[in-house]
């Protein structure tokens, strides 16, 4: 487990602020769960959320109720795990399934597409663990009602297949009561993005197939690390990223190419975007780009050569990046437990679906896409509309793209039967509204983040609208073709108005705080997204 460095300005800045740190008595004082580290306004959330330190330990508790869960479901033949959950409630089990090889339908998703093709995938063999904090999270609610539908219209008794993981007194935890679903109470002094450890990062998990007590050794190997000065990961993460932030290098590129660990970027994603970026400050994590060489830029590499170069099992990781986003928000000035800037966008959703959707009419139609968004204005076509949004870029800024899309939609390309894997990847790409990012970041040396919506709501949203002003924003959505929406039982909405009303809630909020934006809605998705790669090329 190290902490190494690649680039000298990068371990001076970190050995210095390592320094600082210890003189501050901040190892100790964090490891020991002292709440006043953020300051005075941080101090009484903070004092609820520092559980996580201990989970190494009190998860452990958990075990033997997640061996019976594991246990029955083995027994009753239930092999497919379907986690509903956003953000820190689904990120680190997708993590922790992809590298232990264990196979997980992730849902973080209000996509009737995506959502359709989990609730067909072996409904008489599924189990679903309905992971939610606050049990107040809008998708997990649908999610959760679509399957206890669809299991009693299939004869199913919900109570024996849905798996209840949320905190104490939660909204969520009387539903399960009251449904019969067996229940697992989570620890309520761990913020969301900080629960890898903790029941929602297990319960999923040791379903799935993955060796959950494993992950626990490993964090509790560094643990006993975390109170000291020297040989401290997170605190020389920490200060790293800290220190890199205050002189201007507050973009984290991050890196696994390496690494035995698959997927942790999306994790980090969330943990550093939604903890440090706030009052105008913070830290942009970059997943699967290329660095440009920008002096705004700092590598972190798990496993691999960067700037910062992260040695760890995924446990171990889990335990030291979040140390050091707590370190790192205290270098920043900021209270890394709150979110402050989300529910504005969930509040916009709301009103949205209580007064529906305003009819809008589009600034530019090019074939299968429709462009709305003041910026558009003034260009021809579509490639007109890409080109504007990057000259949009400030010099320090990025631009992200949001697509309120199904994020496996690229699968259901027809191949040939007998393609070989190179083939196979290629359709996949050109149907992928995913390629898009490597495309715009070609043409343009500033950095180009990619997010699926609804799941970036709860991960770089916060960053978006509470962080440095510099983002420009290019949202994508799509048409829902005739008959494939879903209704949400017990609700006046479907799932695609849902998405719409997600989609152009978050619009409204970056637009009113005069950030470049763009909407290109695809009136048919398979056509749009050829046509929007297409049109990315000719920039
Ligand atoms: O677990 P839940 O309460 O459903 O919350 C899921 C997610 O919702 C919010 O958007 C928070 O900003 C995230 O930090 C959190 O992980």
Known sequence: ??????????????????????????????????????????????????????????????????????????????DHVVLAGMGGSSLAPEVICDTADAPLTVLDTTDPGQVRRALEDRLDRTI??????????????????????????????????????????????AVAREAGYPLV??????????????AFGLVPSALAGADVERLLDEAASVRGLLAEGEGNPGLELGAALGAAAAAGR?????????????????WIEQLVAESTGKSGTGILPVVDADPTGADDEIVASIDGEGAIEVSAPLGAQFLIWEYATAVAGRMLGINPFDQPNVA???????????????????????????????????????????????????????????AFLDRWSAFDVPTPEDAALDELTEAWAAADPATLRPLLAARTDRPVTFGWGP???????????GGPQYGVFLQITGAIPDGADI???????????????????????????????????????????????AAARQV
């Open 250 to 266: 507050d973009k984290l590129i991050l890196e696994d190419g390496l690494s035995q660990i698959n997927g942790l970027p999306d």
């Open 1 to 78: 487990m190290t902490v190494s460095f690649g680039d000298e300005t990068a371990a001076e800045a970190a050995a210095s602020a390592v320094g600082t740190l210890v003189r501050e008595g901040v190892p100790a004082a964090l490891a020991a769960g002292d709440a006043s580290l953020w300051g005075p306004e941080a101090a009484d959330e903070a004092a609820r959320r520092l559980g996580w330190l201990r989970l190494p330990e009190t998860s452990r508790e958990l075990l033997p109720e997640i061996t019976r869960l594991v246990e029955r479901a083995r027994a009753e033949g239930l």
């Open 344 to 402: 504005e966008s969930k509040e916009n959703t709301a009103a949205l679906l209580a007064a529906g959707v305003p009819q809008e009419k589009p600034v530019l139609v090019d074939g299968p896409v429709e462009v709305y968004g003041e910026l558009a204005g003034p260009a021809h076509d579509l490639s007109g509309v890409l080109t504007g949004l990057l000259k949009a870029i400030p010099d320090d800024g990025y631009l992200a793209i949001l």
């Open 487 to 533: 209704e949400v039982p017990g609700k006046p909405y479907t799932l695609g108005a849902l998405q719409l009303a997600q989609a152009l809630g978050d619009f409204g909020a970056l637009v009113k705080r005069g950030r470049p934006a763009v909407r290109v809605h695809l009136t048919d998705r398979v056509a749009g997204v050829t046509h929007l790669l």
């Open 128 to 173: 679903v663990v309905v992971a939610s904090k606050s049990g107040g999270t809008v998708e997990t609610d649908s999610h959760r009602r679509i399957y206890d539908k669809a299991f009693r219209d299939a004869g199913i008794d919900p109570a024996g297949r849905i798996v209840v993981v949320t905190d104490p007194g939660s909204p969520l935890e």
């Open 185 to 198: 109470l989570a620890d309520p002094d761990v913020g969301g993005r900080y629960s890898a450890l903790s």
């Open 455 to 465: 799941r970036y709501l709860h991960s770089t949203g916060q960053f978006h609208k």
